[in-house]
């Protein structure tokens, strides 16, 4: 089945710095969703990007679908404190005979030091 | 609007015991799924739905059934609890591609 990497498993920053993450597939998909899961929460999208080479901002985060369509990136400008979580990458196959389930990679445990 | 709702919120079991928990949602979304999540693991699907009366195994459906009678509501059934069922539970609707909204999860201790 299809599968995703995704890297780093966990980050510890400070406050103010940048985090970058992304995610690798062996396989394409044609939808990236990024998720942001808050401790006792369900996971909550962040961004979705429908198109290879697509660029989509929303305001400190900024997320990259892959030219080749098998990775994507998410970066986090100028960190707060509130942004402590868990980061999931999600790719998804759309269009004819395809089953729309997502597959998740493993997650990204973001800790930001005051 | 209150989205997707599972309840319980968490639960304790014995080994051995059977339980259901319910997801529901009001956003008229055909597509709904039952996911799990381990610590490091991310997250599993265990089943899913593409509408009413319509259900299909996920990753890891062992030990789980579920059944999809409306299109609101989709159980999951836990028959003869086990330790490896020790998990927290996500139920997650969408329309048909695209954003997954999630519920609030139901955390399940097998004991």
């Known amino acids: 089945g299809q599968q995703l990497n995704q890297s780093p498993q966990s980050m510890f920053i400070q406050e103010g710095e940048d985090v970058s993450m992304n995610c690798t597939s062996s396989?394409?998909?044609?939808?990236w969703l990024w998720y942001k899961q808050d401790p006792g929460e369900g996971p909550v999208l962040l961004i979705a990007?429908?198109?290879?080479?697509e660029l989509t901002s929303n305001g400190r985060l900024t997320a990259q679908f892959g030219i080749t369509r098998k990775d994507s990136f998410l970066n986090i400008s100028a960190s707060i404190p509130s942004d402590v979580g868990i980061y999931f990458c999600?790719?998804?196959?759309?269009?004819?005979?395809?089953?729309?389930?997502?597959?998740f990679g493993k997650g990204t445990l973001l800790t930001v030091n005051p | 609007n209150a989205g997707v709702t599972q309840t319980p919120k968490f639960r304790i079991l014995k080994i051995g015991q059977s339980m259901t928990l319910q997801c529901t949602q009001d956003?008229?979304?055909?597509?709904m799924y039952w996911y799990r999540q381990d610590p490091g693991m991310g997250l599993k699907l265990i089943y899913y739905?593409?509408?009413?009366?319509?259900?299909d195994k996920g990753e890891v459906p062992n030990g789980y059934n579920v059944s999809r009678s409306t299109t609101e509501d989709f159980p999951l059934r836990l028959e003869l609890a086990a330790p490896s069922q020790t998990s927290v539970y996500f139920c997650a609707s969408n329309r048909r591609a695209g954003e997954l909204f999630f519920g609030e999860g139901s955390r399940l201790t097998v004991l």
């Open positions: 739905s593409v509408g009413a009366g319509i259900t």
């Open positions: 999600a790719g998804q196959l759309t269009g004819g005979g395809s089953n729309y389930k997502l597959t």
């Open positions: 956003m008229n979304h055909n597509y």
């Open positions: 396989s394409i998909f044609n939808t």
């Open positions: 990007l429908y198109k290879a080479g």
